[in-house]
């Protein structure tokens, strides 16, 4: 503005000016042009220095040194002040961004954004107290909302974002979700508010789409100088579209590779993982880094055809035996004596953690990378029903069981995982048997979706819901019809027995978000206060009342939220 | 007076409610359950007892007869007001179907509505024939007694700013607030908030941070233009005259003419201090093209009344107050519920906005700002500030240093995503505050406040 000195330019110049983003005042006023028709020029610059010196030391222009000068300097300066704030003139434009990429998808029906607008604006801890009371919880709706929402393709309101970016920067597990909906104004966003920084994070490329197929050089380009957090995504999102490609570009840069990103890079080729990458996971058996050989023997043990998992099967059938001695037949075991170099190289830790002896931890380790197709030939051509069956000699049931466990889950073999599963009902399954609750949530993972909740139905139609929330965090949503029954059913009787709810309170907050919303009807009976028995804790009925409320409203929330967004018919078709 | 024909609706009670957890709590006390007792009379008073948790139960009484709103007691302890009792015994009036019968009042209740009903009738013959129509030699003599403690305030003022010039602000730095505060508490006796109110601001500008000099200059200065404003009322035009007495503090009443007209709500915002609530509402008249301001007051930490969603139009009656260039107005009478509206106001540019500041400083040289709606804007970033640009001329707003850091903000930037936008705010020498903002295709308006 310095050069602008206002005396022949545009009239528009001449005026005092908003400046480079700060209003007309403070120090930058003093740089600003004089106004052509002021009195005297520079008049306010010298007004301000008799004021912050005083009038006693610098009599202000155009005034009589003397008791009247205070006076006559604030006359002058009021008549300056509103003089210069009338004639304000607009600032020159600062360059402006890139407009926002269109964003084709359809907007949200109307009731659908007012509900998006009440859930972000519901914050945890606004309820007072650690009662939870009878109104639903929003924020814990919002996952749901937003995956509905973008299973319907919509578009995020434009005003929205803000909060949504605010949600997603708060919890992670929000993120892929929330950044999905927002879609490219998010990124745009996340630009100019470093707050936001981590949706650039979260995305390949910084915003970018991932490079299409056709744009194989961008890909390099990208790979090759990208930052690493670019480079993971880049890598995780053309493994899910195109596994032999990622591991060709992994494969062009891996001797370069610093260790710890090594590890990374090759723990995204679990997504689809298949006999092709044999030979290059072969080779990072050989991997400087003991971590990153660790992680690609796993990856190899979970290929059944790799030769990595074979020479474990070897190692594996020496240990298992069947001996037809015994009456029934029982499996011998004998553990490993060593770990030798060759075990060492295929993976096997040789030093075990603290407290677990040596042996037993090798035993684990061959077993658990060794193909499950390799016992049924072992053992007698049995099925993996009857081995599972089958009694272990000298106490080696839980480490054998615990090692196919593993297995079973990591080669993702069903047929295993329900044998090792049992059945639910069976009266070893409630207690801490040889598979603990945590495997046999893991184990439920491989089976399909019907099967997982009709065995965890089970389960808690037997041993009720005290164990039942880890298997329960293993269902899909909504529960299928039996498994919500037998979770109402359960929850009806954990009533009756007179104990308080919030020993329930983290299958109740799941009922909450998995429960079906056309079950609402099923639970109005559920909603009065019982009269309390004898032996109940007292009050306990109205607590009762109070969650069964709360999980009746969160059901109809549901519904409405689905209804809202156009998804009713298709939520109560699943 | 209310008679026992025409009870009031469920809505209109709940419309009471200080707040929404009153409204909750009335709303599950308007059951039958915890009343006894219960009963209302013909003028319109209602009575009952509510058990509740302590061991007597509470007595409850209202009084409707009265038009400029309704009264209330309670035994209760509660801080709210209305209480929750009071609300769900208007509730179960209202739409109790009969539970609230006609009948006597208990000794109780009697002895408070006479008492309230005795009261109201002096105040009505004292008011008849006291505030100004029959005795106005005694309301003259009293506003004649304030002007003289004002004018003595102002010319103590006077003094105090003579005497800082004369030393030099630069010894305001370390004088610090309790100097200011103390004069502001001298204005407060002289019963000018407004005086009281600027010179409490005054306290805060020394450590504002940079430039501070040339602010505190600013505010002294026109400070000392409302003192002599004051000293010399006499002599200045009736409308100016009039603003000066408003700046200074001097309440007046909305006597202005009556202005019909559908007015959109544009925007609502509350600012609030340890004492007060501050509500300000912008309607915007969609015949007359001008925007006036609504302002209410509420205890500290109660909303004030009304509340006006953005975005609703009410048909309805507004009158100016008095005073030169002046923006606030009431609210007379509505003819029909505010009901939504895809209206939008007329929109200016940036140099337009500029100039209408200045114009308004003819008539009010004390105004902070004007109310205007900036057509096809995009916010800007600019360094650590944004701006408003228009969208095809090189001039921009800056926005306000307050405005920078509101969530707001960033609502707009993203309603705009780069593309122009309509935004409705007020414009004044510290630039632009956004208040309202609309997309520029269809779409309702997004409130930035």
Same mark, same amino acid.
């Given at each position: 503005m310095a050069g602008r000195t206002g005396r022949g330019g545009a009239a528009v110049l001449t005026r005092p000016t908003y400046e480079n983003g700060m209003?007309?005042?403070?120090?930058?006023m003093t740089r600003t042009p004089v106004p052509a028709d002021a009195p005297v020029p520079g008049v306010w610059e010298e007004l301000v220095t008799s004021a912050l010196l005083g009038t006693d030391r610098r009599t202000p222009p155009g005034c009589e040194p003397g008791p009247r000068a205070p006076a006559e300097l604030l006359d002058a300066a009021a008549a300056e002040t509103v003089r210069r704030r009338a004639g304000l003139c607009p600032a020159r434009a600062a360059r402006r961004p890139e407009p926002v990429p269109d964003d084709p998808r359809p907007p949200l029906p109307a009731a659908a954004a007012h509900r998006l607008t009440m859930l972000l604006t519901d914050r945890p801890g606004t309820a007072g107290g650690g009662r939870r009371g009878t109104a639903p919880d929003l924020m814990e709706l919002l996952p749901q909302w937003l995956a509905t929402a973008n299973a319907r393709g919509f578009a995020a309101p434009p005003q929205a974002v803000p909060a949504l970016l605010d949600a997603a920067r708060g919890r992670t597990d929000l993120r892929p979700a929330a950044l999905t909906f927002a879609g490219p104004r998010a990124l745009w966003l996340a630009r100019l508010n470093p707050d936001w920084r981590f949706a650039l994070r979260a995305t390949p490329g910084g915003g970018t789409a991932l490079p299409g197929p056709e744009a194989t050089e961008r890909v390099r380009r990208l790979w090759e100088e990208g930052l690493f957090a670019e480079r993971v995504a880049l890598l995780a999102a053309l493994r899910a579209r195109d596994p032999a490609t990622a591991r060709e570009l992994l494969a062009s840069t891996w001797a370069t590779e610093r260790a710890e990103d090594r590890l990374m890079f090759l723990d995204s080729l679990r997504t689809g993982l298949e006999q092709a990458d044999e030979p290059f996971l072969e080779q990072a058996l050989a991997d400087r880094s003991r971590n990153v050989r660790a992680t690609a023997a796993e990856l190899l043990s979970a290929l059944p055809d790799s030769a990595l998992a074979a020479r474990m099967a070897a190692r594996a059938v020496t240990c298992v035996s069947l001996d037809r001695a015994l009456s029934p037949p029982a499996i011998a075991v004998e553990a490993p004596h060593e770990c030798d170099a060759g075990m060492e190289r295929d993976g096997v830790v040789a030093k075990p953690p603290s407290g677990r002896g040596e042996r037993s931890w090798w035993f684990g380790q061959l077993v658990e990378a060794a193909p499950l197709g390799t016992w049924s030939a072992r053992l007698g051509g049995r099925t993996p029903e009857e081995i599972a069956a089958l009694p272990v000699t000298d106490d080696w049931r839980s480490d054998l069981h615990a090692a196919w466990c593993r297995a079973a889950v990591r080669q993702r073999n069903g047929a295993w995982a329900r044998a090792l599963l049992g059945a639910p009902t069976a009266p070893e399954a409630g207690g801490p048997g040889a598979v603990s609750l945590a495997e046999r949530a893991k184990l439920l993972g491989t089976l399909d979706a019907g099967e997982r909740a009709e065995w965890v139905a089970g389960f808690i139609a037997t041993h009720g819901l005290s164990e039942a929330f880890q298997l329960l965090g293993m269902c899909g949503v909504p529960w299928a019809p039996p498994l919500g029954r037998a979770v109402v059913d359960a929850l009806n009787i954990a009533r009756d027995a007179g104990s308080y709810p919030w020993s329930f309170s983290g299958v109740m907050g799941l009922a909450e978000r998995c429960l079906d919303p056309s079950e609402a009807g099923r639970l109005?009976?559920?909603l009065a206060i019982p009269d309390e028995p004898e032996d109940a804790s007292p009050g306990a009925g109205g607590y009762w009342a109070e969650a069964f409320q709360r999980l009746v409203r969160t059901l109809r929330l549901r519904a409405a939220m689905a209804e809202e967004l156009g998804a009713g018919q298709e939520e109560r078709r699943r | 007076m209310t008679q026992q024909g025409v009870r009031w609706t469920a809505d209109q009670v709940l419309a009471l409610a200080p707040d929404a957890a009153s409204r909750r709590a009335g709303g599950r006390l $308007? @059951? @039958? $359950? *915890?009343?006894?007792e219960v009963g209302s009379s013909d003028e319109g008073a209602v009575w009952g007892l509510c058990k509740g948790s302590g061991s007597e139960p509470y007595q409850t009484v209202v009084d409707v007869s009265d038009m400029s709103g309704p009264a209330y007691k309670c035994g209760c302890p509660s801080l709210k007001f209305p209480c929750k009792h009071a609300l769900g015994l208007l509730l179960l009036w209202a739409v109790g179907d009969g539970v609230v019968a006609g009948a006597k009042a208990p000794d109780w209740a009697e002895r408070w509505i006479a008492g309230r009903r005795e009261r109201a009738e002096e105040k009505r013959t004292a008011g008849g024939s006291g505030a100004g129509t029959a005795d106005p030699e005694a309301a003259r003599r009293r506003a004649e007694q304030r002007a003289g403690r004002i004018t003595a305030g102002a010319t103590e003022l006077e003094q105090r700013l003579t005497d800082l010039l004369r030393g030099g602000l630069a010894g305001a730095e370390q004088a610090g607030y309790e100097l200011w505060e103390e004069t502001a508490a001298r204005m407060v006796d002289a019963q000018a908030s407004g005086l009281a109110a600027r010179v409490r601001e005054l306290g805060a500008i020394p450590s504002s941070g940079s430039g501070w000099p040339v602010r505190l200059l600013e505010e002294c200065a026109l400070l000392h233009l409302l003192d002599q404003g004051w000293l010399r009322r006499e002599q200045l035009p009736d409308g100016l005259a009039a603003t000066v007495r408003a700046r200074v503090g001097l309440s007046a009443s909305a006597d202005g003419p009556a202005v019909r007209d559908r007015w959109l709500v544009l925007a609502q915002y509350d600012t609030s201090d340890t004492r007060l609530t501050t509500r300000r509402i912008w309607l915007y008249g969609a015949q007359t093209e001008r925007a006036v301001l609504l302002l209410s007051y509420g205890a500290a930490g109660r909303a004030p009344e009304p509340a006006l969603p953005v975005g609703l139009a009410l048909d309805a009656e507004v009158s100016a107050y008095p005073g030169a260039g002046q923006q606030r107005a009431a609210l007379g009478e509505q003819f029909a519920p505010p009901a939504p509206t895809e209206l939008r106001p007329k929109g200016a540019t940036t140099s337009q906005a500029a100039v209408r500041y200045g114009e308004a400083l003819r008539d009010d *040289?004390?105004?902070?700002s004007v109310p205007v709606t900036l057509d096809q804007v995009v916010p800007v970033p600019d360094g650590d500030h944004w701006q408003l640009a228009d969208a095809d001329r090189d001039t921009a707003l800056p926005l306000a240093p307050a405005a920078g850091n509101r969530p707001g903000l960033w609502r707009l930037v993203a309603l705009s995503g780069g593309a122009p936008v309509k935004v409705f705010g007020e414009c004044g020498h510290r630039g632009f505050t956004p208040l309202t903002a609309w997309p520029a295709g269809p779409g309702g308006a997004v409130p930035l406040c």
């Open positions: 209003p007309a005042e403070g120090n930058r109005d009976g559920l | $308007g @059951a @039958a $359950g *915890p009343w006894s *040289p004390w105004l902070e």
